[in-house]
């Protein structure tokens, strides 16, 4: 190799690298200023030119979306770092002194409030399931069973209103009660069995009255009246005065139990089944519409793109470490075309 074809491929080189410098330097003039605007509305607008003719079927088959889902809701990190982020950030949110200058009025509409109370109390079937779930536990079985029985037995065993009612009749019992212990020592226990039976006997009819009770308590009209009074008392309340009623520790702990639910749900045989309906679903009504009419629908037209990319794009790329970054990158990517040999020969 002579001298003067070392030198011939070193300028060759250069030049390469001058133009790669410039084309740097060009693409981060194009992303700046008036510039980058006049960018965003010509990519927009021949976005939104392809979408009127593209599905998005054509885009992103069905069956890619739902392995993706599934592949993101079970395989996603779930960390303790990312708890311990949300934690943290709610405890922040928690002590916030904005707290105490929010009303719970200024969340929600009154008109809101009570258009949700009334869906929830048309739910006749779900509360009626409810309330027999509840009524057929066993524990509420036993609960009643003891609260009949220490009833009777305070009721028997005290100065109740009968008693009180006839002249001597409390004394009596008294003194009746006093002389049944001596006579018979285990009355006591006796009538305690006795008791215990009956109610035990009766129990089902007593929880289908206590059923009965609750259902119609528990009617439209009454949901709508404790509604009406719990805004009444909470309206005026102030968020502070709400989350102070939950403790840092207790709200650690519900945040703790979400993430072991989530785990526990993302695990689920069935996950697959769901998403498969959910996007064949979602698929078979809008799988071959063109995205852009769609999109306008939904409230996305290219304006809306537009004006939102011009109102935040550029800041983000005001930012100096951004700038730096891209350059860097873009210099490293046009590395690979600039020094090539497809490059060197063009110039040769």
Known sequence: MTTETITAESNVAATLLRLRDAHVEQIMRSISGNELKAQIELEVEALYERLQTTTLSEIAPAQLIERYLVEVVQKAPI???????????????????????????????????????????????????????????????????????????????????????VPGMGSLMKIGKGVLDKAAPNLEQTAEKAIKGSIKTNIKRTVAVSEKFLDNALNASNITKVADHFWTMANEATLKEVTRRVSEDQLEKALVLVEEIVRDVRLSPHLAAWFEQGVQAFYSDYGQKPLAPWLGELGYDNGWITAHLEEWLPQLLEQQSIRDYLRERLRAQLSAFYQSVEAQEILA
């Open 79 to 165: 960390t303790t770092a990312a708890r311990d982020m949300v934690i943290s950030i709610a405890k922040v949110l928690r002590q916030s002194e904005q707290n105490g200058k929010v009303k719970l009025a200024e969340l929600i509409s009154r008109e809101h409030y009570d258009r949700a109370v009334q869906q929830l109390a048309d739910l006749d079937e779900l509360r009626g399931q409810l309330i027999h779930a509840v009524m057929a536990s066993p524990l509420y079985s036993g609960l009643i069973s003891d609260v009949l029985y220490y009833g009777i037995k305070d009721y028997l065993l005290s100065d109740n209103n009968v008693a009180m009612k």
